[in-house]
Structures are given as structure tokens and as C-alpha cells.
């Protein structure tokens, strides 16, 4: 019986792909730009089909207990707008007088999809595989530095704080979801540099305060105490022409200690399980025996209940380090069209041993329960799934109104 | 040596507004069905456009998979179910030409088009739907529980790219070209709202491709002749909403419009036009409720058998009439008419499997199962064909010309 429920609750690796991808640098990102609105349209397309454990190991989607080949499907259409200016030119007021202020808002429309088999390993837990609609509105303010040059050498730095409002769809049944339903608050510290007038670098530090999340979604499987975390962020462009440039870029980011998860539900919808409804959740989709079959129809068996302990449970921290490599083509003096690949090339996600109760009668808890066992989860959304595979990016960005 | 044109006349601007954009983007059902407008496959002079509709619809009827009009949404449950809809359409169109310096065959003589399209939508469903939705006695028995009324919010994104194949490559100096062809290809985003436990959503969770060709002439003064033929193909729902009642695998579309447009003198304009679509067989599965399920036998319930069903396509033809007016240069405002003259709906049979005694674990011992009847169902979202009229208001407005970038509005000497 021990082994049966073991294997039952073991299960789903759900990832979501939104967070850090928003901020990864591009060309000029932090150059002094003219004064002026730009908007910016940025489509993003990715097939998760690994995700990294709390081990730093790559799995497959969904392993063990659903065959590899299906996927986290998502997409995300970024809407950015950005104002360079200088509210304080004709004041007295010391610095800003004399040094352009920007302001940035990132409105997000998205996609996240679980599929095929890991689609239908959700819903027997009641929640839903996927989620579409607005994301999170992200905000930010900053003040340009002053330009300096040393002889090939130019480079400016800024200062920016960027908040995230949790205005985002957010569905507490869902194992996906475009909002995160938590605020974050994210100081920044960002530089631009320009060699030879061919070299173009661009480079960040980050840190990200986040705030709680006392509704977590997906049964508890997102963090309630989501960890703060630090990004670091390099990008570097050379210009052939006018028109063309390439870049390759290194984003890294961790969080400062741990996820934690106090809220933990998730749980089979119908119940009481049957021995056989454990082997159709093991053997038969994995296509291997992992539990006898004659255990599987020994009437003796009987049903049982499940039941977590909600926690708190905390993983080990997660961690990302990606590599982008991309190609620009300035349009006039107005338009940039850009494609970008980028590649994790290591990692760390959110997973954690949970308790669960085993009963012969409901409701289930530690008071009526026969025996215990604990389950590996893995963590889910961008707070605590990692994601291994790479990502395509295609980015218009348009000046409306030249200076 | 580059010199900037002369001003636009009066009646060049009215055509160029005309002209502009959004010819209304193919769509399923669920989502309003375009309704072809004049002048669509025009080369437009190259600049911003914005474009801006609402569009009202009731969905109190539909056609069924034999082509007949009923007096419900949802004809195989007795009374009448709405899923009246209201969208808010904005679209922003941007004519250009690429590489122009690069003298590269065909790309750098003609113009381009990039079109991206968002919407709002506001529907829900009312009626014997709505009371089985909000009915949770069954919730315990049947994978009909939770079930939700709407998925009302924000739409899919539309975004079209496309090249003048003839007709545009004198845009420097606006010489207008009486016939022009243009093809265009275009991606659905699935990022629209899309309540996966209701029968109605903005959006619909199905990434989709099209590619259309069209055709402008200018038979005769004051005349807009457009023809298209288009064809779109649709990504796996991996998650189809409502037990799996609208489609995991929607059939291709392929669509003919066509529209005649006449200027009736000073800024108005009336366009008649025809629309027709055609849809391959959808796809279902999991099916795991229907809201006319069979009753079982005694001391029993039952569910629907696992399987792949296919219904038998559907199709739509419309026609209707449009009158558009320009308020000064750089608006059009619209009114437009739309009446469905045909169509079909997806419905299939579902077969039930029964279950004894009820609520048992299929798989336990002691809970049996045998073969149950069969029921006709209706299927939903992009599968359903409405039969009511619709009706939209729109408004475009033309960016200024006075180009973001120096080049466009040169001609080169």
C-alpha cells in the first residue's frame, strides 16, 4: 500500500516562462537615447520540454509519470512603451536639470499551455492545464547619467526601479498562470558602453524584492514566501553597418535563499483510489512496471484516501543562467526588427518533499491516518519551475515620433 | 537626389483613407466571422492607419449540421440558449516599403504591409445552458462540475504580414494602379481570455495560421472591386473548453469574399458583399459531459465513452451592406450589415457508457460498466454557426504622413 500511494502522488512538473526573460538586455538597452516615445512589440515563443530539478539536473517534462514528448507550451506578446525626456530642464533642481529621466511601462498578453498527457494528469488533480489572458503591468522610472568618453571608449550608467503590479490573470485552480498575484519591486543598476564606435555593451544588476502570495494556485504548488532574488546581465552587439548588428548576451539570476510553501492542497480530485487507478497512473503510461501488476489487482487492496499536510515546506533556492544570441536590422532611422535565441545552459528549480496522509475513511488527516508517505513536487510558475529549454524572441521596436 | 512629394489632394487623401486597412481578419465562429470590406487588397500609400469597431451580436440562433436554422445557440437542448457577444476590434496597419536602397528584385520596388489586431469581447451565455451551468446538483456524479457561464476579456492577437505582388511598385510617385494583387500571411495568438469550463470565451486557445490572396480593381470611376480566397490552419487545442465539447483539432478553413464598392458622390461610400466559408471536420477528445446526456438504467449513472468523435465540418455564407462617410481627411466611419444566408454547425453523436452502482471507481472491485446509449450533441466555440445578423460601427483614422522617417515621402529623381 506504502508503495502504491508513493507512486500516485509523485508527479508534474509544470513551468511557466515569463519571469526573468522581460528584463534580458538587448542592443543599447541602457545608451542615453534621444528624447521621445518609443514603443516596443515583442513576441516570445517557447515548447518547454525540460525543466531543471532542485539538483541542477535536466529532466524531461512531466517524468516519471507521463511519457517524454509532451510540453509546456507558451507565448508571450510584450507591449512596451518607453518616454525619454527631461521633465526638470528648465528648473534649478541639482542633477535631474541637467541629466534625462526615462519612464517604461510593460503591459503583457500570454499563453501557457500544458499538453497532451501532462494536460490530462492535471485534471485529475481539478485544476486546469493552462491559462491565457493579460499578464502582470510593469512600471519602471529611472534617471540617465551623464555621458562620458575616454578616447574610443563612451559609456553612460543609469539608475531605474521597476514595480510589478499583480494585475495579471490569475486563477488559483490553474497549474499555469500569466499573472503571479505578488508584487515585486526591483532596484536597478545598468551601464552602456560603445568601443570604437563598433562594440556596444550593455550590462545590469538587478535585485528583485518580492512580496508574499497568500493565494497560492495549483493545490500550493507555487510558493506563498516567494524568495528575493538577484539578476545579472551582460550583453554584448557588434555593429557591421548601420543596418546590422549581432549580439550575444549572458543573463544569470538566483534567489537569496529559499521558496517556501505553506498552502500545500494538491491533491487527486476523485477519490477514494482504487489499486488499479495507481497502476493506470504509473505502469500503463510509463510503459514499464514499477508496481506488480498482481499488486495492482489484489482485491485485498482496497481504496484509500489521500491527503497532503499543507506545511510549511521550503525548496533549496532555484537558480537560471542563459545564453542569447541574437540579430538586429535597423528599418530607417525609426525601426528595429529583431530575432533572438536564447538557450539555458543551467539551472536550478524549485522541488520539495511533501507529507501526505493515508486513510481508509474521510476526511483524511493525521488523526485517522494509517500510515504516511512523502512525495517529491516539483514547483510550478515562474517563482519556482526553471525552465532547460530554449526560447525564440522576435522584437519590433519603433521610435512614433522622431526628436 | 531625394525631394519630398507635393501635398496630397483632397481626393487622393479620401482614397488613400479609403483604402485603408483592416479587412476584417478570417476567424472561427465563436470569434465573429469577417465581414469583407472595400478596397482591402489595395496598396495603400505608405503609412499608419488605425482602425476601431464594435460589433454586436445576439447568437439566439444558429444552424445545425444539417443546414437548417433553428431558434437556439445550443438546438439539441429544449428552449432557447443566447450567447449574445459584444467586440471591441482595434487593429493598427502600417504600409511600407523594405530595402529600397538595397535594389533587391520585387522586395525593394513594392510596398509591404504589417498588421497587428487586438480585441475585447463581452459575452455570455443565457437560457437552459446557463441554468445547466449554474446547476451543481449533478456536480458529485459527472465531470460537469464547476462549470463557469463566460470567459468574457480580452481576444486573440492577430498579427498579418504581406507584399504587393502587383500593382504597388509606383508608390513614389502615386500613380494608383487600376488592378493590384496582394498576399498575405498571418498568425493567430492564442492570448486571448479562455475560460476552459465555459461554453462561450473571447478567446479560443487555438494558435492558427492563414495566408490569403487577393485581388483590387478599379473597373470603372468611383468603383472598388475586391475578390480574396483564403485558407487557415489551426493548431491543436490541447485544452478544449466546456468537457471537451469545442474542438481538440479544428478542420482548415478556406474562405472566397468578394465586394463591390460605388463612391454615391461626395464622401460616401456603399459596398455590397458576399463571404463564404467552408470548414473541414472537427475533431473531439476528451468528451467528459454532455448537457443532454441519456438517463441510465436504475441504480446507475453513466459518462461519456472514451473516443475520438468528428462532426461533419462546417460552413457559413453571409452577405450584407456597408455605408462608409469620411469626416474630414483623416476619418471614415462605418456602418455595416451583416446576414447570414447559409450554414452548419458541428454536431455529433456521442455514445455513454453506464456505470453500476453510481459514483463507483471504474477499476475497483464491484463497479461495473456497460455500453449506454447514444445522444446527438452540439458542439461548441469555432464549431457552432450562428444565424443572427450583426451589426458594427467602425472608425479608422489615418496617422499623419508627415513620416516618422525622412525617407518615405521622397521620390527619387
Known amino acids: ?403 | 537626389m531625394l525631394t519630398r512629394n507635393r501635398p496630397l489632394d483632397a481626393a487622393a487623401l479620401v482614397l488613400a483613407v479609403v483604402s485603408l486597412l483592416v479587412a476584417q481578419l478570417a476567424a472561427a465562429q465563436d470569434v465573429p466571422e469577417p465581414s469583407p470590406r472595400f478596397a482591402r487588397y489595395m496598396p495603400l500609400y505608405p503609412g499608419q492607419y488605425g482602425d476601431l469597431a464594435v460589433q454586436r451580436d445576439t447568437r439566439d440562433s444558429s444552424f445545425d449540421a444539417a443546414g437548417n436554422e433553428r431558434d437556439s445557440a445550443v438546438p439539441t437542448l429544449p428552449g432557447q440558449t443566447k450567447f449574445p457577444r459584444t467586440d471591441v476590434v482595434a487593429g493598427l496597419t502600417w504600409h511600407l516599403p523594405l530595402f529600397e536602397d538595397y535594389d533587391i528584385p520585387f522586395i525593394s520596388s513594392t510596398t509591404h504591409l504589417l498588421r497587428v489586431q487586438l480585441r475585447y469581447a463581452d459575452t455570455r451565455t443565457e437560457g437552459p445552458l446557463a441554468a445547466f451551468i449554474a446547476d451543481d446538483s449533478d456536480d458529485a456524479s459527472t465531470n460537469a462540475d464547476d462549470l463557469r457561464n463566460e470567459g468574457s476579456g480580452i481576444g486573440d492577437v492577430t498579427v498579418e504580414g504581406g507584399s504587393f505582388l502587383y500593382g504597388a511598385d509606383n508608390w513614389r510617385t502615386r500613380q494608383g494602379s487600376p488592378l493590384a494583387v496582394l498576399f498575405k500571411a498571418g498568425l493567430r495568438l492564442n492570448f486571448g481570455s479562455y475560460d476552459r469550463d465555459a461554453p462561450t470565451s473571447a478567446g479560443t486557445n487555438t494558435p492558427a495560421f492563414h495566408a490569403v490572396l487577393g485581388v483590387h480593381a478599379q473597373p470603372w470611376k468611383g468603383s472598388f472591386v475586391d475578390v480574396g480566397i483564403g485558407r487557415r490552419a489551426y493548431l491543436k487545442n490541447q485544452d478544449p473548453a466546456f468537457g471537451g465539447l469545442t474542438p481538440t483539432q479544428q478542420g482548415d478553413d478556406t474562405w472566397f469574399d468578394v465586394s463591390l464598392a460605388q463612391q454615391l458622390g461626395g464622401r460616401f461610400f456603399l459596398t455590397a458583399f458576399y463571404y463564404d466559408r467552408s470548414g473541414d471536420s472537427n475533431q473531439y477528445t476528451p468528451v467528459l459531459f454532455a448537457p443532454n446526456p441519456p438517463e441510465p438504467p436504475p441504480n446507475s449513472d453513466n459518462f461519456p465513452s472514451t473516443g475520438i468523435y468528428s462532426d461533419g465540418g462546417t460552413e457559413l455564407q453571409t452577405m450584407g451592406l456597408a455605408l462608409d462617410v469620411f469626416a474630414g481627411q483623416r476619418w471614415q466611419l462605418g456602418l455595416q450589415w451583416t446576414h447570414p444566408t447559409a450554414g452548419r454547425s458541428g454536431q455529433f453523436d456521442l455514445p455513454y457508457t453506464n456505470r453500476t452502482p453510481p459514483g463507483c471507481t471504474v477499476g475497483a472491485t464491484g463497479c461495473m460498466t456497460s455500453d449506454g446509449e447514444t445522444v446527438f450533441v452540439d458542439a461548441y466555440g469555432p464549431a457552432r454557426v450562428f444565424a443572427t445578423d450583426r451589426f458594427t460601427v467602425s472608425a479608422r483614422f489615418q496617422f499623419g504622413e508627415g513620416d516618422t522617417f525622412t525617407c518615405v515621402g521622397c521620390e527619387r529623381r
Not at chain 1, 486546469?128 to 522610472?141: K, T, V
Open chain 1, 1 to 403: 500500500m506504502r508503495r502504491l500511494i508513493l507512486i500516485c502522488t509523485l508527479m508534474l512538473a509544470c513551468s511557466a516562462a515569463h519571469a526573468a526573460i522581460v528584463f534580458t538586455p538587448h542592443l543599447s538597452e541602457y545608451s542615453i537615447l534621444p528624447a521621445g516615445p518609443y514603443a516596443e512589440l515583442t513576441f516570445i515563443t517557447t515548447e518547454i520540454e525540460e525543466i531543471y530539478d532542485r539538483d541542477g539536473e535536466e529532466i524531461e517534462l512531466g517524468r516519471p509519470f507521463v511519457p517524454a514528448g509532451d510540453s509546456t507550451d507558451a507565448a508571450l506578446g510584450l507591449f512596451k512603451y518607453l518616454w525619454v525626456g527631461n521633465v526638470f530642464r528648465d528648473t534649478n533642481v541639482p542633477i535631474l536639470k541637467d541629466r534625462n529621466q526615462f519612464c517604461r511601462g510593460i503591459g503583457v498578453l500570454g499563453y501557457q499551455q500544458n499538453t497532451g498527457n501532462i494536460a490530462a494528469r492535471v485534471r485529475l488533480f481539478g485544476h486546469r492545464p493552462g491559462a491565457n489572458g493579460i499578464g502582470d503591468f510593469f512600471g519602471l522610472c529611472g534617471i540617465y547619467g551623464k555621458e562620458h568618453r575616454w578616447g574610443p571608449l563612451k559609456f553612460n550608467g543609469l539608475f531605474a526601479t521597476t514595480v510589478k503590479f499583480p494585475i495579471g490573470d490569475y486563477d488559483t485552480d490553474a497549474a499555469l498562470n500569466i499573472g503571479t498575484n505578488y508584487w515585486t519591486y526591483i532596484p536597478q543598476f545598468a551601464w552602456h558602453a560603445e568601443l570604437w564606435g563598433r562594440l556596444y555593451i550593455d550590462g545590469t544588476f538587478a535585485y528583485q524584492f518580492n512580496d508574499n502570495n497568500d493565494e497560492p494556485s495549483f493545490g500550493g504548488l507555487t510558493p506563498t514566501r516567494i524568495a528575493n532574488y538577484r539578476n545579472l546581465e551582460m550583453n554584448f552587439a557588434w555593429k557591421f553597418s548601420e543596418h546590422w548588428f549581432v549580439d550575444i548576451g549572458y543573463s544569470y539570476r538566483e534567489s537569496v535563499g529559499s521558496n517556501h510553501y505553506d498552502q500545500l492542497t494538491v491533491n487527486f480530485k476523485d477519490q477514494p483510489l482504487s489499486p488499479q487507478s495507481a497502476c493506470d497512473n504509473t505502469n500503463n503510461n510509463l510503459g514499464l512496471e514499477v508496481i506488480s501488476q498482481e499488486l495492482c489487482d489484489n482485491p485485498a487492496s482496497d481504496q484509500f484516501f489521500l491527503n497532503p499536510r499543507p506545511g510549511p515546506y521550503s525548496d533549496n533556492g532555484i537558480r537560471g543562467r542563459l545564453l542569447t544570441m541574437g540579430i538586429y536590422y535597423v528599418y530607417r532611422t525609426s525601426s528595429v526588427l529583431q530575432m533572438r535565441v536564447a538557450q539555458p545552459v543551467g539551472g536550478r528549480g524549485g522541488q520539495f518533499t511533501a507529507t501526505y496522509d493515508v486513510c481508509l475513511s474521510q476526511p483524511c488527516g493525521p488523526d485517522n491516518s494509517v500510515s504516511t508517505v512523502d512525495a517529491e513536487l516539483f514547483a510550478v510558475q515562474e517563482a519556482g519551475a526553471v525552465s532547460a529549454s530554449p526560447y525564440l524572441e522576435l522584437r519590433l521596436v519603433h521610435l512614433f515620433w522622431a526628436p
